[in-house]
């Protein structure tokens, strides 16, 4: 295994390494997904609807999606280790900045400024793997990489759940400075050591060399759709579940953790899936996860059928989007992180669009249709994706 400036790193350097990345990527994802929960508790303090306090939520993947076109050039120049340490110190900062936030406003602006710090994290660690680790098992990497953020999945919209009912989200967002501080720490020694890859051309030529490329543009698109279908209907689940059937907000957290267990068994048996029925069929086991998933939300008869569905939605989103991940870092090897990057804006932006468009549609008392649209495109998306992914002729060089 090779670094993009030509040293080597053996197999126990890449696994040390990946397990301090692992702990940053778990630490970003449970700030993504800690306002998910969170939000009938924010409405209600700062006398707003539930639709206005998402705010939170879009805000954050906003800046997140745009600024991947800033870290993942930067990342390409000064290398991906040390832009992913000093991204983690400033979500240390802007988590403290949140703790603090006197209205509101302050809170939405300091979850802007946390997604754009986080921004510098999860899509550079990917990058980093595909630079380390040939493609015949980069989707096993990615696969254990997403072990560790999807843990941190779970534990946001669970601990949401339990600072809307307990501690309190100020002292919620204290604790995850702290997480931040100690990720930031135990990843620097190894960033400030590690090689400085030498990329070509300017950051804007790298992010047009991925665009003109035609796999790269078919990619982009889908996770774009991804994104806001499924996140503009899975930040809306503690909702559901605590209006139409009176669950409490920890409970509800609790609930829609599943979602993310979901991920986990994805991830625990990805090799032994991909070996038996490829990139597409994971694929369109993923688009049959999440239609079933999300078709159980918009019926739900009872709450404890969330339970199944949320399980089912998880492992049918990252059944898919793994497999678009891998694609992803094997669009343009030249300019990986511009790739990256790239791909991580499309989801985010979707997902900032999705959710602003569910949230309409819940404060005028349509949540279950936003899950059923979210079922039906879904799984119209996740089978396109598997013929897309079966026509498609991986380059040369991709084992590299």
Known sequence: ???????????????????????????????MRFCDALLPALAEEFHVTTGVASRTIA??????????????????????????????????????????????????????????????????????????VPYAERQGRLAQLLGATVSGMIAGQWLGGVAAGSVGWRAGFAALALLFLAAALLLWPRAAAAAHPAAAGSGV??????????????ILVLVALEGALVFGAVSFVPHQLHLRHGLSMPHAGAV?????????????GARRLLARVGEAGLARAGALGLAAGFGL????????????????????YYALHNTLQTQATQM????????????????FFGQSGGVAAAAWAVD?????????????????????????????????????
């Open 59 to 132: 805000g954050f993947a906003l800046a997140y999606g745009l600024l991947q076109l800033f870290y993942g050039p930067l990342g390409d120049r000064y290398g991906k280790l040390r832009v992913i340490a000093l991204a983690s110190f400033g979500c240390c900062a802007v988590h403290l900045a949140a703790a603090c936030a006197p209205g509101l406003d302050a809170l939405v602006a300091a979850r802007v400024a946390g997604g754009a710090a986080a921004a510098g994290v999860i899509p550079l660690t990917m990058a980093w793997v595909g630079d380390h």
């Open 364 to 400: 005028r008392g349509l949540a279950p249709a936003v899950f059923a649209v979210a079922a039906l495109a879904l799984g119209a998306l996740g089978l396109m994706a598997a013929v897309l992914l079966g026509r498609h002729v991986r380059p040369a060089g991709a084992a590299s």
């Open 332 to 347: 343009v090897p030249a300019a990986r992180g511009s790739a990256v990057a790239l791909f991580a804006c499309a989801l």
């Open 205 to 218: 030529a790298r992010l047009g060399q991925v665009l003109r490329t035609g796999w790269a543009r078919v």
């Open 1 to 31: 295994m090779s670094d993009t400036s030509g040293l080597v790193l053996d197999r126990a350097a890449v696994d040390a390494t990946l397990r301090r990345l692992g702990l940053c990527g778990f630490a970003a994802m449970l700030s």
């Open 297 to 316: 939300m918009a019926w739900l008869p009872a709450w404890p059928v969330a339970l199944a569905a949320c399980l089912l939605a998880g492992f049918g």
């Open 256 to 268: 829609l953790a599943l979602f993310g267990v979901g991920g986990l068994l994805y991830s625990r």
